[in-house]
């Protein structure tokens, strides 16, 4: 297939689909992000869901900035977005009332359209993370992770690395939400590709090796945190998308 092809499939796998009401799978207690249009760049904040009565209006936590409440006017414009579990959903919606103190939530209206984003299990993210990788019966050596998918890594080296039939361990950090605590993570993988060429990360050197690694048996808590990674740059910086 043609990179071209490649990325108009890619395209294609990520335009927005409607879904019903039931597809986000809402939550009490889930998180969302809260979009405001009140100034000429919308502002982006998280919250959570306390409740909703269907086709009628939605409860939802006042986000907090600063300690304090955002402010909020009733008929003011929002976007939701929520993340599935396998789509990004989003919909517009205004404020219907407000409820200040001590509670500080909000009722909105019910969404007429809502559009979600499939996650292809292909979908990477650009990084830069150091890693350490090891191959059997050698030291870690440290490499740089470039870009991340659920499914696995591209990662560059300055020097070349001797992986065997038993693949490699790679180890690296990602900030686990929702107080991006740092969570280690030791993934198994095996070496799919390698090439050479100007690096793309950090590493000082005029060539670097470059090697794509799928994952194996990847730990579920260490798939959700690349998922949410995935969910992160969807909803908040598209350009990370690979």
């Given amino acids: 297939m043609t990179s071209q092809a490649t990325n108009q499939a890619a395209s294609k796998d990520t335009a927005p689909q409607a879904l019903p009401f039931e597809a986000m799978h809402l939550q009490v207690g889930g998180r969302i992000q809260f979009i405001t249009h009140r100034t000429i760049k919308p502002l982006r904040y998280f919250s959570s869901v306390i409740g909703y009565l269907k086709d009628d209006y939605l409860i939802l936590k006042t986000p907090i900035e600063n300690g304090v409440p955002i402010g909020l006017d009733e008929g003011d414009k929002l976007t939701i977005r929520v993340f599935s579990g396998v789509s990004v959903c989003s919909f517009s919606c205004s404020v219907l009332r407000v409820f200040g103190r001590p509670l ?3 009722h909105v209206s019910f969404p007429d359209v809502i559009e979600g984003t499939s996650l292809r299990t292909a979908m990477r993210v650009k990084v830069s993370l150091p890693a350490q990788l090891t191959c ?25 690395l001797t992986p065997d039939d038993d693949g490699v361990a790679l180890t690296f ?4 939400p929702p107080d991006r605590r740092p969570m280690r993570i030791e993934a198994r993988a095996r070496v799919q590709n390698v090439s050479m060429g100007k690096p793309g ?12 690694l799928q994952f194996v048996d990847l730990e579920a808590i260490h798939y959700a945190l690349l998922q949410n990674l995935i969910y992160e740059a969807l909803i908040s910086d598209r350009q990370k998308i690979v």
Avoid: F, K
């Fill in 201 to 212: 990360s950090d590493i000082s050197a005029d060539e670097v090796y470059t090697y794509g």
């Fill in 173 to 176: 950090t990602l900030l686990a």
């Fill in 136 to 160: 059997r019966d050698q030291p870690q050596v440290p490499i740089q992770i470039v870009n991340l998918s659920v499914s696995g890594a591209l990662i560059e080296s300055p020097g070349m």
């Fill in 104 to 106: 500080h939530y909000v």
